[in-house]
T-cell receptor, first 112, second 111 residues
Framework: DQQVKQNSPSLSVQEGRISILNCDYT??????FLWYKKYPAEGPTFLIS?????DKNEDGRFTVFLNKSAKHLSLHIVPSQPGDSAVYFC???????????FGPGTSLSVIP | DVKVTQSSRYLVKRTGEKVFLECVQD?????MFWYRQDPGLGLRLIYF???????EKGDIPEGYSVSREKKERFSLILESASTNQTSMYLC??????????FGPGTRLTVT
């Protein structure tokens, strides 16, 4: 049972345009949702999070939107840069368990 | 900066061998985790530990064990390596704030 889903394995975007990465979840008990970015041959790095009681969180070029009724969140990157090319993992966390459930990832390519 | 280091970047072992993967973090974090990453499956939690000598099974603990004798060190043990354990292994730690800090990963190949 995949509790966190990322239905697009890959995405290509032109430099300067908006990248939108989508994530769906089934577990309503998550307290936080997180996005991680992973370059090849490196470990994931934490990018941005959103509390389950919020609907938007913004950090520079990165904005995460949460739609609880639809159990859907999205990461917007504006403007996209070639250095943003990486695999992005969506994750849900229930803090009382200290466990994080990761999605399968979406590979983003930003074309110069 | 938090630093999480893993003992090897690449490892090749034979079926049946005992394999030790070591992870060390330098930020005095209570929580440490071991994941494996496989294409199309994302990161799957093998074991985690929230204190010295404490361990909890994750989602796929079969074939693995762990050891946490010191706060900064969390070891993953494959008692008898099998080919289906060929994977990228990632260690992570977490303090009181949101977000885990990952090591660079160990690419393990079992032949």
């Amino acid at each position: 049972d995949q509790q966190v889903k990322q239905n697009s394995p890959s995405l290509s975007v032109q430099e300067g345009r908006i990248s939108i990465l989508n994530c769906d979840y089934t577990n309503s008990m998550f307290d936080y949702f997180l996005w991680y970015k992973k370059y090849p041959a490196e470990g994931p790095t934490f990018l941005i999070s959103i509390s389950s009681i919020k609907d938007k969180n913004e950090d520079g070029r990165f904005t995460v939107f949460l739609n609880k009724s639809a159990k859907h969140l999205s990461l917007h990157i504006v403007p996209s840069q070639p250095g943003d090319s990486a695999v992005y993992f969506c994750a849900g966390e229930k803090t009382s368990y200290d466990k994080v459930i990761f999605g399968p990832g979406t590979s983003l390519s930003v074309i110069p | 900066d938090v630093k999480v280091t893993q003992s090897s970047r690449y490892l090749v072992k034979r079926t049946g061998e005992k394999v030790f993967l070591e992870c060390v973090q330098d930020m005095d974090h209570e929580n440490m985790f071991w994941y494996r990453q496989d294409p199309g499956l994302g990161l799957r939690l093998i074991y985690f530990s929230y204190d010295v000598k404490m361990k909890e099974k994750g989602d796929i603990p079969e074939g693995y064990s762990v050891s946490r004798e010191k706060k900064e060190r969390f070891s993953l043990i494959l008692e008898s390596a099998s080919t289906n354990q060929t994977s990228m292994y990632l260690c992570a730690s977490r303090g009181n704030s949101i977000g885990q800090y990952f090591g660079p990963g160990t690419r393990l190949t079992v032949t």
